[in-house]
């Protein structure tokens, strides 16, 4: 069974109940997410500018829009939508997938932006996204369900 197939069976099944950490930890991440996106849309619009890669083909601010509406999107559907979380999960960990060259972007030319000033900090970032990327899958049991659809 490909990868595709597993993520659709995957998705396509009930949720099956979660535990309280779990469900806390969706919780928490769909309020960092919520949090970050409307921070692309107020206060640290000028910073998420800056932090867009030159070779983006859209307007750098059309990008911090569009990304901080699908933070708040992903931040909501992580914190209420409980039956598909297996689905959230998976696009929220592909969402951080997704943004990962911006910040590879940010370290490679030294762009300076939310105090990450100097080359340790945006590599100590770059070490971060993959911990969102677990933390998303593992909160919603999604990598759990995976594995399930696999087995059946």
């Given amino acids: 069974m490909s990868l595709v197939s597993r993520l659709a069976a995957a998705a396509a099944r009930p949720a ?19 949090f970050a996106g409307t921070s692309h849309l107020t206060f640290a619009r000028s910073e998420f500018q800056a932090q867009v890669p030159d070779w983006v083909p859209l307007d750098d601010d059309a990008v911090v ?15 209420l939508l409980r039956k598909r979380r297996v689905p959230v999960g998976w696009a929220a960990a592909a969402f951080f997938v997704v943004i990962f060259p911006g910040n590879i972007s940010q370290y490679v030319t030294h762009t300076d932006a939310f105090g990450l000033d100097t080359d340790g900090k945006p590599l100590g970032r770059l070490f971060f996204q993959p911990l969102l990327v677990i933390w998303a899958l593992w909160s919603t049991g999604a990598w759990k369900a995976l594995r399930a659809a696999a087995t059946k």
């Fill in 16 to 34: 099956p109940p979660t535990s309280k950490p779990r469900r806390l930890g969706a919780i928490a991440l769909g309020a960092f997410l919520a």
């Fill in 65 to 79: 829009l569009l990304s901080g509406v699908a933070e708040i999107s992903l931040g909501a559907a992580l914190i």
